[in-house]
C-alpha cells in the first residue's frame, strides 16, 4: 500500500478536514484480535474497540448498536472455526472490517463485512441475516457469499465472481468488500502451498486488482500489488527491495531537500500546505527501473502537496512553475478532468539542479481521501443528499461505465469458461476513454477502441448495419482507433438484412463489440467457417502428413439417422461431460458442451437442438494446459504424473519461459474420460505447477 513519510510541515493553518485526513493510511493495526468476552448488553465487545475507533474517526456520529449485533452474531456463528493460520476465524471478518473501517466506509458496509462469511460458513441464512439487519446488509452478504462448488464444480469460482459482479451493478459496496476480504486473505497467504499461492495471487492479479483500480481504492490496490508480485516474481520482488534499502541507507535524500525548498517557496507565497514524501510501492519501483534503468535518489518516490482548496491546487502549481524549474510534458490536469476512477489531483514535475527529476501531487485532503480509498470514500453512495427526497431509485453517483459494459457482455457469454477468460481480458484494459456522439451525448471505451466497438456500445446489434464513420468530421474506416475526446459520427445503413464483416472481428476491442459479431458468424456459418471452428468429420480419412487422430466422435449417438458428426471446436467436449448438438451443412451435426455459450446462440438464434449422448466406451481425447514456474525437471515429472494416470500423450507443446514461468499444452489420450480430474489433479500437485485447465478456443 502507499505510505508516507512522518515529516508534516504546515506553513499555515490547515481546516478541519484536512487535519483529521493525515496521508497515511494505516490498515495493519489488527493483530490477532480477542474473542467475545464477558460484556454487557449495551456495551461493544472489546474486541472491536479497534474498528470503532477507525470508524468514529470517519464517522463520528455514527450508530453503533448494527456493528454490536452484527459482531455478536458473527463471533458466535464462527466460534470453534480455525484460520490455517492457527487463528479464530473470527479475526478474519474483524480484519476485513478494520481495512474498510481504515477506508472510511460508513456503518452498513461494515456490519455486512461482519458477517460476510457467516452465510457461506456458518448455519446463519440470507433470511436471518435480513431479519436482524435489514435489505440492505441481506444484500451487501449475499453479494459476496461465493457459490458452492458441489452444485457448480469448476465453474464455482468464475460464477461466483459474475454474481457477484451482476450485485455490485446495484451496489458498488460488494466489490468494497470483497476487495478487503482478498487483502487480508493474502496477507495471510504465506500458509498455503506455494502452487495455491500462485493460483490465488494470478486470479488477484487479473481481476480483484483491476477491480480496485476501477473503483478507484489505491490503498488496496498497491498492497496488493505488491504480495501479488512477492508470489510470482520473487527474483525481480527481492531486487526490488535491495533498491529500496539500499536507497534508504544514503546520506543524502534528493526528495528530502526539494520538499524543504518547496515549504520556503509555498511559505513565502502565504499558501497554507502540507509537503510530504510519497514513497512508491515495490511493484512502482519496479516499473520505474524497467523504465528508466538505473534509479536515483528522487525515482524512490514523489512529492505530495496537500491544501485546503481546490483554487489552492492551482496557487501551488503556479508558485511551483514560476521559482523551480517545472517539467512542461509531466503535467497533467486530472481536477479538471478527473480520471474514470473518481481520482482528481493535479500532476507535475520539477528538475533539480543535479538533472534529478522530482514528480509532484497536488490535491486538496478530500481529494487525497478519494484517491486512496475510491469508491470507500463516499460513504453510503446511495443515501439522498439531505436537501433531496427519497424517490426510490438507487442510482450510482460514480457512473462506472467499465461496469455498464461489463454487465452487458456478461449477459451474452452463459458459460462460464468464456466468461472468465472474457473479464480477464477487459479488466486488462485499465485505461478508459470518453468519446462524444453528434448529438451531445458521450460514449465510454477502454483505450485502444475503434469505430466498431463505438458502434456496438451505442446500437448494440443494430450495429451490425453500420457501414462507416466520421471521426472528428472527417470520413473513416470502421478500424480507426478513437482518441480521448473525439467526436464520432456513426453511418447505418438501411437494408434490415445488413451483415457485419467478418473481418470487424480483428477491429473489435471491447467484449460486447466481440460477442454480438461472433454470435452473428456463429448462427450465419459458411461451410470455409464451421469446417475451421469445428475440426475435421469423422468420415474424413487421415493423410501421411497428418498424424492419426482418434476423436471420441465414434462414441456418440445421434437422434438423426445417417448424420455425420463433429466435436466443436469451441469447448472440446469429452465424455462424460453433458452435450448437445445443432445440425449445419451437409448433414453434419456439431457436438457442443451444454455450458458451452454457442449453444446459448444457436438456441436464441432458434436452431433446433438435435439429442445426442455419449455412447458405451468413454475413451476421450482432451486438450490440457499447465502453467508453472522454471525449474530442473520439471517436464520429465509432469509427463511422468500423466503417464501414471494412464494418459497417453499425443502431442506437447512447450512455450518458451517468460518471466521464470512456462505454458505447456498436452493432448492426452485417455482410456477412460472419468479419469480426466485424477489427471488434472495429478499434473497440479506436481511441484512448480501452479494451474491446469481444459484448453478453450481463442475468440471470445
Known amino acids: 500500500m502507499s505510505a508516507e513519510a512522518t515529516n508534516p510541515a504546515t506553513p499555515g493553518p490547515m481546516t478541519g478536514s484536512a487535519?483529521?485526513?493525515?496521508?497515511?493510511?494505516?490498515?495493519?493495526?489488527?493483530?490477532?484480535?480477542?474473542?467475545?468476552?464477558?460484556?454487557?448488553?449495551?456495551?461493544l465487545p472489546d474486541a472491536i474497540g479497534h474498528v470503532v475507533e477507525a470508524h468514529r474517526a470517519h464517522h463520528s456520529d455514527a450508530d453503533l448498536e448494527p456493528l454490536r449485533r452484527a459482531y455478536v452474531l458473527a463471533e458466535s456463528s464462527h466460534r470453534g472455526q480455525m484460520r490455517k493460520s492457527g487463528e479464530p476465524y473470527i479475526t478474519h471478518p474483524l480484519a476485513v472490517t478494520l481495512i474498510l473501517a481504515e477506508l472510511g466506509a460508513e456503518t452498513t458496509t461494515l456490519t455486512a463485512s461482519l458477517l460476510h462469511d457467516t452465510v457461506e460458513?456458518?448455519?446463519?441464512?440470507?433470511?436471518?441475516?435480513?431479519?436482524?439487519?435489514?435489505?440492505?446488509?441481506?444484500?451487501l452478504v449475499d453479494g459476496v457469499t461465493k457459490l458452492e462448488k458441489v452444485d457448480y464444480g469448476a465453474a464455482a469460482e468464475p460464477e461466483t465472481f459474475r454474481k457477484m459482479l451482476v450485485a455490485a451493478g446495484s451496489d458498488v459496496r460488494v466489490l468494497s468488500i470483497k476487495l478487503a476480504d482478498r487483502l487480508h486473505n493474502m496477507r495471510?497467504?504465506?500458509?498455503?502451498?506455494?502452487?495455491?499461492?500462485?493460483?490465488?495471487?494470478?486470479?488477484?492479479?487479473?481481476?480483484?486488482?483491476?477491480?480496485?483500480?476501477?473503483?478507484?481504492?489505491?490503498?488496496?490496490?498497491?498492497?496488493?500489488?505488491?504480495?501479488v508480485f512477492q508470489i510470482i516474481h520473487p527474483e525481480e520482488y527481492e531486487h526490488t527491495r535491495e533498491l529500496i534499502v539500499d536507497n534508504a541507507s544514503r546520506a543524502d535524500d534528493p526528495l528530502a531537500e526539494t520538499a524543504e525548498e518547496m515549504r520556503v517557496v509555498l511559505r513565502d507565497a502565504d499558501i497554507p500546505a502540507e509537503v510530504l514524501i510519497r514513497p512508491r510501492h515495490f511493484v512502482s519501483v519496479h516499473r520505474v527501473a524497467r523504465k528508466r534503468g538505473e534509479l536515483r535518489g528522487a525515482d524512490f518516490g514523489r512529492l505530495l502537496v496537500l491544501v485546503n482548496e481546490d483554487a489552492d491546487c492551482y496557487a501551488v502549481l503556479g508558485e511551483l512553475h514560476t521559482c523551480m524549474t517545472p517539467v512542461v510534458s509531466e503535467f497533467k490536469d486530472f481536477i479538471a478532468v478527473p480520471k474514470f476512477n473518481l481520482y482528481q489531483s493535479l500532476h507535475t514535475a520539477v528538475a533539480r539542479g543535479d538533472g534529478q527529476v522530482v514528480e509532484v501531487?497536488?490535491?486538496?485532503?478530500?481529494?487525497?481521501k478519494v484517491a486512496e480509498a475510491g469508491v470507500v470514500a463516499l460513504g453510503n453512495p446511495y443515501a439522498p443528499a439531505p436537501e433531496d427526497p427519497a424517490d426510490g431509485e438507487r442510482v450510482d453517483p460514480t457512473r462506472p461505465g467499465w461496469l455498464s459494459r461489463l454487465l452487458d457482455w456478461q449477459e451474452a457469454a452463459p458459460d462460464p469458461d468464456t466468461f472468465w477468460s472474457t473479464l480477464r481480458e477487459d479488466l486488462a484494459q485499465d485505461r478508459e476513454i470518453t468519446v462524444y456522439r453528434p448529438d451531445g451525448g458521450t460514449l465510454g471505451l477502454p483505450d485502444g477502441a475503434t469505430c466498431v466497438d463505438a458502434a456496438y456500445a451505442q446500437y448494440?446489434?443494430?450495429?451490425?448495419?453500420?457501414?462507416?464513420?466520421?471521426?472528428?468530421?472527417?470520413?473513416?474506416?470502421?478500424?480507426?482507433?478513437?482518441?480521448?475526446?473525439?467526436?464520432?459520427?456513426?453511418?447505418?445503413?438501411?437494408?434490415?438484412?445488413?451483415?457485419?464483416?467478418?473481418e470487424w472481428l480483428e477491429h473489435a476491442h471491447t467484449p460486447a463489440a466481440r460477442i454480438a459479431i461472433q454470435r452473428w458468424i456463429t448462427t450465419h456459418p459458411s461451410q470455409d467457417a464451421a469446417e475451421e471452428a469445428e475440426g475435421p468429420a469423422v468420415t474424413q480419412r487421415p493423410t501421411a502428413e497428418a498424424p492419426t487422430t482418434r476423436p471420441a466422435t465414434d462414441h456418440v449417438t445421434v437422434d438423426q439417422p445417417g448424420a455425420t458428426v463433429r466435436l466443436a471446436g469451441c469447448c472440446t467436449p469429452v465424455p462424460p461431460d453433458d452435450v448437445t448438438g445443432?445440425?449445419?451443412?451437409?448433414?453434419?451435426?456439431t457436438v457442443h458442451r451444454v455450458e458451452c455459450a454457442g449453444v446459448a446462440r444457436m438456441k436464441t438464434a432458434?436452431?433446433?437442438?438435435?439429442?445426442?449422448?455419449?455412447?458405451?466406451?468413454?475413451?476421450?481425447?482432451?486438450?490440457?494446459?499447465?502453467?508453472?514456474?522454471?525449474?530442473?525437471?520439471?517436464?520429465?515429472?509432469?509427463?511422468?504424473?500423466?503417464?501414471?494416470?494412464?494418459?497417453?500423450?499425443?502431442?506437447?507443446?512447450?512455450?518458451?519461459?517468460?518471466?521464470?514461468?512456462v505454458r505447456h499444452t498436452y493432448t492426452v489420450q485417455l482410456p477412460d474420460a472419468a479419469h480426466l480430474p485424477a489427471l488434472m489433479r495429478a499434473m497440479r500437485n506436481v511441484p512448480g505447477v501452479y494451474d491446469v485447465s481444459r484448453a478453450q478456443t481463442a475468440g471470445l
Open 19 to 43: 487535519a483529521r485526513w493525515r496521508a497515511r493510511i494505516d490498515l495493519r493495526r489488527l493483530g490477532r484480535a480477542a474473542l467475545l468476552g464477558p460484556t454487557a448488553r449495551d456495551r
Open 121 to 139: 460458513d456458518t448455519d446463519v441464512t440470507l433470511d436471518q441475516v435480513g431479519e436482524e439487519f435489514g435489505a440492505e446488509v441481506r444484500y
Open 188 to 227: 495471510t497467504l504465506g500458509v498455503m502451498r506455494p502452487e495455491k499461492q500462485a493460483r490465488i495471487a494470478k486470479v488477484t492479479r487479473d481481476v480483484l486488482i483491476p477491480l480496485a483500480e476501477r473503483l478507484g481504492v489505491q490503498a488496496l490496490k498497491t498492497e496488493l500489488e505488491d504480495m
Open 361 to 368: 501531487l497536488i490535491r486538496t485532503p478530500q481529494m487525497h
Open 460 to 502: 448494440g446489434e443494430d450495429a451490425h448495419a453500420c457501414i462507416g464513420a466520421r471521426v472528428n468530421g472527417r470520413l473513416a474506416t470502421l478500424s480507426t482507433a478513437l482518441r480521448d475526446g473525439d467526436t464520432v459520427q456513426l453511418l447505418m445503413g438501411q437494408d434490415p438484412a445488413s451483415e457485419p464483416s467478418r
Open 582 to 589: 445443432f445440425a449445419v451443412r451437409g448433414g453434419v451435426v
Open 606 to 661: 432458434g436452431r433446433p437442438e438435435v439429442g445426442v449422448r455419449w455412447g458405451d466406451t468413454a475413451e476421450c481425447r482432451v486438450t490440457l494446459v499447465a502453467e508453472s514456474f522454471v525449474r530442473p525437471h520439471l517436464l520429465a515429472d509432469l509427463t511422468e504424473a500423466m503417464a501414471l494416470e494412464g494418459a497417453e500423450i499425443v502431442s506437447a507443446t512447450v512455450e518458451p519461459p517468460t518471466q521464470q514461468q
